[in-house]
């Protein structure tokens, strides 16, 4: 079958650093996601890696080993308004969209 | 603003009601998608349309009817709806499907509760 996995739930400062972690097992491989989604509102696209890296956005930037079938998304400085549910999703070989189940991210001062 | 409008927000309704979800995006995308959302769980693809032709059902039960009069709207159609159906419907749309690698932008969902 097919899998994304992230963490449910994490806490991180006011100001402080938090790498988020997506591994994935999917029947081949086109592309990986991050969405951000604050409570109550839609998903809002936040970076795609398709080649192995890092893709830097700001104080936001996500990571891709395609060998390891592991992104992670680093979010640096961070705001209070960075609370929220991150969202990890990989297309597969059938350019289907698999999706992981998020991760809420809780932010405290 | 995303570009991606739903209506209602809020949805309350019984087993035996039938009722409408409404969405329009304002981005000139051929692609649709209906999705659900429930609580800790991964977003469940429910239906596509690109160009107006439905091109995906994932095993939807029927009591969810999809629409797509044009490339712009899209209406999900319930009936005789299920208390587990309670969830946040979301809509997406994307430049198109071929691929899948394209970025979908989501309106805001309806929050549906089945008495």
């Known amino acids: 079958g097919q899998n994304i996995d992230q963490p449910t739930e994490m806490t991180a400062t006011e100001g402080a650093i938090v790498q988020i972690n997506c591994t994935y097992q999917t029947s081949g491989f086109n592309g990986l996601f991050w969405y951000q989604q604050h409570a109550g509102e839609a998903p809002t696209f936040l970076s795609y890696?398709?080649l192995d890296g890092l893709e830097e956005k700001g104080r936001f930037s996500s990571f891709l080993s395609r060998s390891k079938g592991y992104s992670y998304l680093l979010l640096k400085e961070l705001q209070m308004k960075d609370s929220a549910s991150y969202l990890c999703?990989?297309?597969?070989?059938?350019?289907?969209?698999?999706w992981g189940a998020g991760t809420k991210l809780i932010i405290k001062p | 603003e995303t570009g991606v409008t739903q209506t209602p927000r809020h949805l309350v309704m019984g087993m035996t009601n039938k009722k409408s979800l409404k969405c329009e995006q304002h981005l000139g995308h051929n692609a649709m998608y209906w999705y659900k959302q429930s609580a800790k769980k991964p977003l469940e693809l429910m239906f596509v349309y690109n160009f107006k032709e439905q091109t995906e059902n994932n095993s939807v039960p029927s009591r969810f009817s999809p629409e797509c009069p044009n490339s712009s709207h899209l209406f999900l159609h319930l009936h005789t709806l299920q208390p587990e159906d309670s969830a946040l419907y979301l809509c997406?749309?994307?430049?198109?499907?071929?691929?899948?690698?394209?970025?979908?932008?989501f309106g805001p969902g309806t929050r549906l509760t089945v008495l």
């Open positions: 999703a990989v297309t597969d070989s059938n350019y289907q969209l698999i």
């Open positions: 890696n398709v």
């Open positions: 997406a749309s994307s430049q198109d499907r071929a691929g899948g690698t394209d970025t979908q932008y």
